[in-house]
């Protein structure tokens, strides 16, 4: 996976009841065993928000927590032609620089070309 953040790392830190809007551009690449790319997604969260995070444990770390969705925009290979949705549910360190990342790809398989060896891999 590969992203672009637009947000203002620099900015004061949103809260939970006045959050900072953000959003990604996205690629992730499936490869196959062999090490071959099999396709590729590209999506992006188009409606997010991010807020200042306080660690108890660590006082001195800031961070920075993430949530948003986006739908997809478009595959290559076995996932040329996917639609569906990003969700997104992350938290960043910031120094030392840490990553919790949840990124989920909920892909529209009404025919099943995404499941376990129905695209052959």
Do not use: W
């Amino acid at each position: 996976m590969s992203a672009i953040v637009f947000f203002d790392l620099g900015a004061p830190p949103g809260t939970a009841e006045a959050p900072v809007p953000f959003t990604t551009q996205e690629l992730y690449t499936f490869n196959a065993s062999s090490g071959e790319t099999v396709g590729t997604i590209s999506c992006g969260v188009v409606e997010g928000i991010s807020f200042g995070l306080k660690f108890p444990q660590a006082p001195g770390q800031p961070g920075v927590r993430f949530a948003g969705f986006g739908p997809i925009q478009g595959g290559t290979g076995v996932f040329a032609g996917a639609q569906g949705i990003l969700t997104v549910n992350s938290l960043i360190g910031i120094s030392p620089h840490t990553l919790s990342l949840m990124h989920c790809l909920h892909l529209v398989d009404p025919d099943h070309r995404y499941r376990l060896g129905a695209g052959g891999f």
